[in-house]
Protein backbone atom coordinates (compact mmCIF):
# COMPACT_ATOMS: atom_id res chain seq x y z
CA UNK A 1 0.00 0.00 0.00
CA UNK A 2 1.11 3.74 -0.96
CA UNK A 3 1.78 6.00 1.95
CA UNK A 4 0.62 9.43 1.53
CA UNK A 5 2.17 12.55 3.55
CA UNK A 6 -1.19 13.84 5.72
CA UNK A 7 -1.86 17.78 4.62
CA UNK A 8 -1.69 20.20 7.39
CA UNK A 9 -4.94 21.74 8.63
CA UNK A 10 -3.16 24.95 7.65
CA UNK A 11 -2.39 23.95 4.40
CA UNK A 12 -4.66 25.66 1.40
CA UNK A 13 -6.99 22.63 -0.23
CA UNK A 14 -9.17 21.37 -2.80
CA UNK A 15 -12.29 19.68 -2.28
CA UNK A 16 -12.37 17.16 -4.88
CA UNK A 17 -12.09 13.53 -3.89
CA UNK A 18 -12.19 12.31 -7.62
CA UNK A 19 -9.44 14.54 -8.63
CA UNK A 20 -7.07 13.13 -5.35
CA UNK A 21 -7.77 9.70 -6.28
CA UNK A 22 -6.88 10.47 -10.06
CA UNK A 23 -3.80 12.25 -9.63
CA UNK A 24 -2.71 9.13 -7.10
CA UNK A 25 -3.53 6.73 -9.65
CA UNK A 26 -2.01 9.05 -12.17
CA UNK A 27 1.53 9.02 -9.88
CA UNK A 28 1.22 5.43 -9.41
CA UNK A 29 1.26 4.37 -13.34
CA UNK A 30 4.21 6.90 -13.79
CA UNK A 31 6.12 4.98 -11.08
CA UNK A 32 6.07 7.96 -8.90
CA UNK A 33 5.59 8.22 -4.74
CA UNK A 34 5.55 10.62 -2.21
CA UNK A 35 8.14 11.09 0.33
CA UNK A 36 8.32 13.05 3.45
CA UNK A 37 6.06 15.04 5.72
CA UNK A 38 4.74 18.78 4.16
CA UNK A 39 5.41 21.55 6.18
CA UNK A 40 2.60 22.92 9.12
CA UNK A 41 2.77 26.48 6.95
CA UNK A 42 -0.55 28.34 5.47
CA UNK A 43 2.55 29.14 2.13
CA UNK A 44 5.41 27.17 1.05
CA UNK A 45 7.13 27.51 -2.32
CA UNK A 46 8.09 24.41 -4.26
CA UNK A 47 10.12 23.90 -6.95
CA UNK A 48 10.37 21.95 -9.31
CA UNK A 49 13.55 21.05 -11.17
CA UNK A 50 15.28 20.30 -13.32
CA UNK A 51 12.66 20.72 -16.72
CA UNK A 52 14.17 18.00 -18.06
CA UNK A 53 11.05 17.38 -20.22
CA UNK A 54 7.63 18.17 -20.79
CA UNK A 55 6.32 15.43 -18.32
CA UNK A 56 7.61 17.74 -15.35
CA UNK A 57 4.68 19.53 -15.61
CA UNK A 58 2.45 16.82 -15.26
CA UNK A 59 4.14 15.04 -12.62
CA UNK A 60 3.75 18.54 -10.37
CA UNK A 61 -0.03 18.83 -11.10
CA UNK A 62 -0.54 15.17 -10.22
CA UNK A 63 1.39 15.26 -6.79
CA UNK A 64 -0.53 18.75 -6.13
CA UNK A 65 -4.21 16.74 -6.65
CA UNK A 66 -2.71 13.19 -4.91
CA UNK A 67 -2.45 15.57 -2.25
CA UNK A 68 -5.29 17.41 -2.12
CA UNK A 69 -3.37 20.25 -1.71
CA UNK A 70 -4.42 23.90 -3.98
CA UNK A 71 -2.01 25.44 -5.66
CA UNK A 72 -0.62 28.73 -7.34
CA UNK A 73 1.72 28.20 -10.32
CA UNK A 74 3.71 30.49 -12.82
CA UNK A 75 4.14 28.83 -16.34
CA UNK A 76 5.44 29.73 -19.63
CA UNK A 77 2.87 31.13 -22.20
CA UNK A 78 2.74 28.27 -24.85
CA UNK A 79 1.31 26.12 -22.45
CA UNK A 80 -1.49 27.88 -22.37
CA UNK A 81 -3.32 26.78 -25.61
CA UNK A 82 -5.58 23.90 -26.47
CA UNK A 83 -6.65 21.52 -24.65
CA UNK A 84 -4.76 23.04 -21.48
CA UNK A 85 -6.07 26.24 -21.26
CA UNK A 86 -9.73 25.82 -20.36
CA UNK A 87 -8.78 23.48 -17.62
CA UNK A 88 -5.90 25.40 -16.36
CA UNK A 89 -8.51 28.57 -16.48
CA UNK A 90 -10.39 26.50 -14.79
CA UNK A 91 -8.53 24.79 -12.03
CA UNK A 92 -7.44 28.11 -10.20
CA UNK A 93 -4.36 30.85 -9.77
CA UNK A 94 -1.50 30.76 -12.07
CA UNK A 95 0.88 33.55 -13.77
CA UNK A 96 1.07 33.27 -17.23
CA UNK A 97 4.78 34.69 -18.10
CA UNK A 98 5.39 35.68 -21.70
CA UNK A 99 9.27 35.54 -22.38
CA UNK A 100 10.72 38.40 -25.62
CA UNK A 101 14.08 37.66 -26.78
CA UNK A 102 15.52 41.42 -28.04
CA UNK A 103 18.17 41.15 -30.52
CA UNK A 104 20.14 44.83 -30.80
Known amino acids: MQYWPQLPAT ?3 HQS ?3 QRFGRWLLGQLGWSINGELPAVPKF ?3 VAPHTSNWDF ?5 ASLALGV ?3 FL ?5 FVW ?3 SWLLRWGAYLCVVTVLMVW
Open 11 to 13: APR
Open 17 to 19: DRA
Open 45 to 47: VVA
Open 58 to 62: VVAMA
Open 70 to 72: KIS
Open 75 to 79: GKHSI
Open 83 to 85: PLR
